[in-house]
């Protein structure tokens, strides 16, 4: 069992973790108004797809893991993240 203190330790870690993965998230958001495009062109295509699928059945710590693939923020890239894009697909920031 883990002393108390490095479970704090640990959650704090975790909650410090997430909050600068939506920072991180919220400043993709601004640059180009649309979180789903990937690559910050100002719309959602191909490239974005590609993006995601390069990533699919990736997580933090794996060699193709890219974390602004992983639309959904679960530490997964797989399909959920995929349909995501898709539904989006076609949308302009103009």
Known sequence: MLPKRLISIIVLAMI???VSMLA???QLTKASGLPEDLNGDGKVDG???AIVGKALGSYPGHLRW???A???GDNRVNSLDLAIVAKCFGKTTS
């Open 16 to 18: 410090v973790l997430g």
């Open 24 to 26: 991180f998230s919220i």
């Open 47 to 49: 490239k974005d797809v």
């Open 66 to 68: 890219d974390s602004k």
């Open 70 to 72: 992983d639309l959904n």
